[in-house]
């Protein structure tokens, strides 16, 4: 059972940075994407950033300028950087992968809790 663990999160004061980091407990090149979601309370999840197999981006249009999505294989972490981080970029942050076999497998962490405020 594919295992993906996020860490990284906390609470950082409006304009400042965090790192997340999603660690995999197999290697990330088995995947055919990787993606960070956000869940908001009362709102439903938003996909806010994603890599696929071949290295290309795509992130939401809110965050676009200001997160980058990244990974190392050697260490089968993606990344996410948040700059200029806004109060409503307050969420749970959720790592995803999808795994394209014989057929289509979605794996989630847990969540890690981002809180931004003065």
């Known amino acids: 059972q594919v295992q993906l663990v996020e860490s990284g999160g906390g609470l950082v004061q409006p304009g400042g940075s965090l790192r997340l980091s999603c660690a995999a407990s197999?290697?990330?090149?088995?995947?055919?994407?990787m993606d960070w979601y956000r869940q908001a309370p009362g709102k439903e999840r938003e996909l806010v950033a994603g890599?696929?197999?071949?290295?290309?981006?795509n992130y939401a249009d809110s965050v676009t300028g200001r997160f980058t999505i990244s990974r190392d294989n050697a260490k089968n972490t993606v990344f996410l950087q948040m700059n200029s981080l806004r109060p409503e970029d307050t969420a749970v942050y959720y790592c995803?992968?999808?795994?394209?076999?014989?057929?289509?497998?979605?794996?989630w962490g847990k969540g890690t809790l981002v809180t931004v405020s003065s």
């Open positions: 995803h992968a999808l795994m394209i076999t014989q057929s289509v497998l979605n794996y």
């Open positions: 197999e290697s990330i090149s088995s995947f055919y994407a």
């Open positions: 890599i696929i197999k071949g290295g290309s981006t």
